[in-house]
């Protein structure tokens, strides 16, 4: 008797488990990772899951329900994306349910048709046709350096070079999209395939053009959440195939198929946009180091500044670090000296060495202005006691949305006609920093018949011609100019260090180095309102040193990344049940209730994540095997939210 033993898809937690089911003798050609419909008998309905592994023996003592039908001959879950998926889930007491939701893209079966078509009678291949993969050397690192980190499969903190390259065909791109590109092709020149991921459109499309430079378009595939189904589906099951390729996407892309794989890269692995906000919230980091541990492939984590998180990999000597020889780093001209003795230079937003520098730089290309928020006055004040002007409908904050548009608020977009501070009972408004639009305006005035670009959320740009220009970008949204931007003006640094979060000063230097970085070669780069240790590691160009300290700061505070934290929320009993069920090892920080939920802060040292989390989830699945089920007859109202969820490596307490 052959018996399936399979993943149900489900959302209870005590179904995360493989249960098993008997295989009927008229259902034949079953094999791991294809997806079945079986029956649950509690439920007394039809549920979809993934057959893990089919076994002779069954382990449950009772009689077995059969297998109800195959739904696609497909094995889409391959066993070592099973092998992650199970990895990653106990490691944040979630469920694997979740992160498959997140690796396998709903099935599209006109897609699947296609492509087993083509599987069954594969289009003959002409050898004259066929591109050679070839590995390209990495420049700029020592001889052999990088390519035997690959070659050998190391894991390997990647400090890279700024500035921007044009690839043979004509595409302007950063630095860095050239070096992952080689590595990649370094990766599939041996028969492996390897795995790209970036946080954003904007990167993944330098990255895609780099990619083109070195390999045949059918040796890339992309999978990105932006995709419609059916693409992305269509990516995944190339990505099933037996020849290598180069997988390139967001975050989810770590989860893709490759049973010979050679390479895993991250590329800016501190952006915000590579935080999983679905459940169990599981960084692409964490699961790559993972990946790497099990399918020993090598793992660049790379960027223009580190983290905390791989700074202390580094020190533990669980990551090498491999820096570019003889960097050109680009000119950075603090200002904040320049404010300490000139009165008027540090009231100036714009003091006038960046005017001045920008006046010289205009003449030849584009210049960049960075600033902190998108608008026209992204902050308002009462003019009286100056505190901030809020929403009287969400307590939002107000602002001037455009020029002479009257404020509004920038969460619920209520418009006040007839403002009243609460405090002193004013009516007058005055501005509070200047966005985008306003910057633009401003600019505009002071460089006439200069063209003036606003690049943001709304305005969305990716790259723009090396005419002269003044391209006014929010953090994150700066385009890349062909040549590089002759000047780069980092504006309102006083207001992106002012947030309230532990990571400020990681995500300021993150900012200002990834725009530093698109500057051409010897370019100024002016950073206006901030000095100190922030200024003197972007002078510098030594990231690293700040992320070192930094690093022993929190060390010192026990705050993450030292140690990790847990949060659980739900009802107040079942998280003093959790609390304790902990282990020794596990602290508790501190429990506050909201609305009649509790949530409690949990502290412990890596080497107790695994009892933590085991003891966490199961008391997840105890709660919820346990809580009252609904009365007969009584109308529901929506899906009962579990009585306890808890969150790994979280950092929402640390944040504003």
Known sequence: MTIARVLVDSVLPQLDRLLDYRVPEGLTGIEPGMRVTVPLRSANRLAQGF???????????????????????????????????????????????????????????????????????????????????????????????????????????????????????????????????????????????????????????????????FLPSESIVQLDARQPNPERYRGLLRALGEAPVAILGNRSAVYA?????????????????????????????????????????????????????????????????????????????????????????????????????????????????????????????????????????????????????????????????????????????????????????????????????????????????????????????EPLAAGGYRAVLLLDGDRMVARESLRVGEDCLRWWSDAASLAADDAPVVLVGVGGELATALSAWRQDEYARRELADRRALRFPPAVRVATLRGEPDAVAGAIAALPPGAEELGTTMHEGRARAIVRFDYAHGAVVAKAVRAEIIRQATTRRKPVPGTPRTGRVPLPLRARFDDPEPFEE
């Not at 070839?134 to 700024?162: C, D, K, M, W």
């Open 51 to 213: 057959v893990i592994e089919l076994v002779e023996q069954q382990e449950h003592p009772g009689p077995l329900s059969d297998v109800e039908s195959l739904v696609s001959p497909v094995p889409i879950l391959r066993p070592e994306v099973w092998a992650l998926v199970r990895s990653v889930a106990d490691r944040a007491a979630g469920s694997a349910n979740d992160i498959l939701r997140l690796a396998i893209p709903p099935r599209q079966v006109r897609v699947e048709k296609a492509w087993l078509a083509r599987s069954i009678d594969p289009p003959p291949k002409s050898a004259s046709n066929a591109t050679p993969l070839l590995a390209a050397a990495i420049p700029g690192y020592a001889t052999g350096a990088l390519e035997s980190a690959i070659a050998e499969h190391r894991r390997v903190a990647l400090s890279v070079a700024p500035g921007v390259e044009r690839l043979p065909q004509g595409t302007w791109v950063g630095r860095w999209a050239v070096t992952l590109a080689r590595a990649a092709a370094q990766a599939l020149a041996t028969g492996e395939s390897a795995i790209l991921v970036a946080p954003d459109y904007r990167d993944q499309a330098q990255l895609a053009a780099a990619l083109a430079a």
């Open 257 to 477: 198929p490759a049973a010979r794989l050679g390479l895993i890269a991250i590329w800016n692995d501190g952006d915000p946009l590579l935080a999983e906000p679905l459940s169990p919230n599981v960084h692409p980091r964490d699961a790559a180091l993972v990946r790497q541990e099990q399918q020993d492939c090598a793992l660049l984590i790379a960027g223009h500044t580190r983290t905390t998180e791989v700074q202390r990999l580094v020190e533990v000597g669980w990551l090498e670090e491999l820096r570019p020889e003889r960097t050109s780093r680009p000119h950075v001209i603090p200002t904040a000296a320049i404010a300490a003795q000139d009165r008027l230079a540090a009231q100036a937003r714009i003091p006038s060495v960046a005017w001045r520098e920008a006046t010289k730089a205009i003449a030849t290309g584009p210049v960049l202005v960075q600033v902190s928020r998108p608008g026209y006055t992204p902050g308002l004040r009462c003019a009286d006691c100056g505190d901030p002007a809020r929403c009287r409908r969400c307590a939002g904050p107000l602002q001037y949305a455009r020029a002479g548009a009257p404020a509004s608020c920038g969460w619920c977009g209520a418009v006040e006609t007839a403002f009243v501070c609460p405090n002193c009972r004013g009516t007058t408004l005055r501005a509070s920093g200047a966005g985008a639009d306003r910057t633009a305006d401003e600019l505009g005035r002071a460089f006439p018949g200069v063209r003036v670009v606003v690049a943001d959320g709304e305005h969305p740009l990716l790259e723009i011609d090396d005419r002269p220009a003044l391209v006014i970008a929010t953090r994150g949204a």
